[in-house]
């Protein structure tokens, strides 16, 4: 059973930066687009960036110019680089993976932009 694990949330101040991590637990076959999603209370769960196995990206207009993500395929890992955090980047993130032929989510990670 593939599991995704998911790591780097916390509490950080108005302008700091965050770096999440996620990678699947369990014998993995091919891992497509992996992406991470947040929602925040009282909202839906939106997506903030995605990556494709040949390193296409793409953002949320929100995140743009602040928010990186990459991959590392080696080990099946994605990462979500965070910086210039505002409060309204306060949620639980998710990541989300398409792995053989469904898609696998982690449990999320909680970030909050406080000072």
């Known amino acids: 059973q593939v599991q995704l694990v998911e790591s780097g949330g916390g509490l950080v101040q108005p302008g700091g930066s965050l770096r999440l991590s996620c990678a699947p637990s369990?014998?993995?076959?091919?891992?497509?687009?992996m992406a991470w999603y947040r929602q925040a209370p009282g909202k839906q769960r939106v997506l903030v960036a995605a990556i494709t196995e040949s390193m296409n990206t793409n953002y949320a207009d929100s995140v743009k110019g602040r928010f990186t993500i990459s991959r590392d395929n080696a080990k099946n890992t994605v990462y979500l680089q965070m910086n210039s955090l505002k409060p309204e980047d306060t949620a639980v993130y998710y990541c989300?993976?398409?792995?053989?032929?469904?898609?696998?989510w982690g449990q999320g990670t909680q970030v909050t932009v406080s000072s």
């Open positions: 369990g014998s993995t076959r091919s891992i497509y687009t």
């Open positions: 989300k993976a398409y792995i053989g032929i469904r898609d696998y």
